[in-house]
């Protein structure tokens, strides 16, 4: 399975950007769909972006025309690219990894996630 780091995460203002990258070890990157779920204090893990080994993306409601995930198979790594950020969106940020012929429900690997903090 793939090994996952995250970064990129840190504090910024609402209304701020910031850009999350995860990267993955092992030579299969290509062949895994992967996502980023986010998790708020007292709160359960949230879905945040998917995006398929063949570059198609969804994004959650909360966070459709803000977030963009994308990847770069070449350098085994997906990104998160946020704006307009706003305080709702503080959370521990992980990327995940889904193997092929796996249904859209079920992850493979997860990274151990970085903190974003959006102040108001």
């Known amino acids: 399975q793939a090994q996952l780091v995250e970064s990129g995460g840190g504090l910024v203002q609402a209304g701020g950007s910031l850009r999350l990258s995860c990267t993955a070890s092992g030579r299969t990157f290509s062949r895994y769909a992967m996502g980023w779920f986010r998790q708020a204090p007292g709160k359960e893990r949230e879905f945040v972006a998917r995006?398929?080994?063949?570059?198609?993306?969804y994004s959650a409601d909360s966070v459709k025309g803000r977030f963009t995930i994308s990847r770069d198979n070449a350098k085994s790594t997906v990104y998160l690219q946020m704006n307009s950020l706003k305080p709702e969106d503080t959370a521990v940020y992980y990327c995940a990894a889904q193997g092929p012929g796996q249904p859209m429900s079920v992850w493979d690997s997860w990274g151990q996630g970085t903190q974003v903090t959006v102040s108001s």
């Open positions: 995006i398929s080994l063949g570059g198609t993306t």
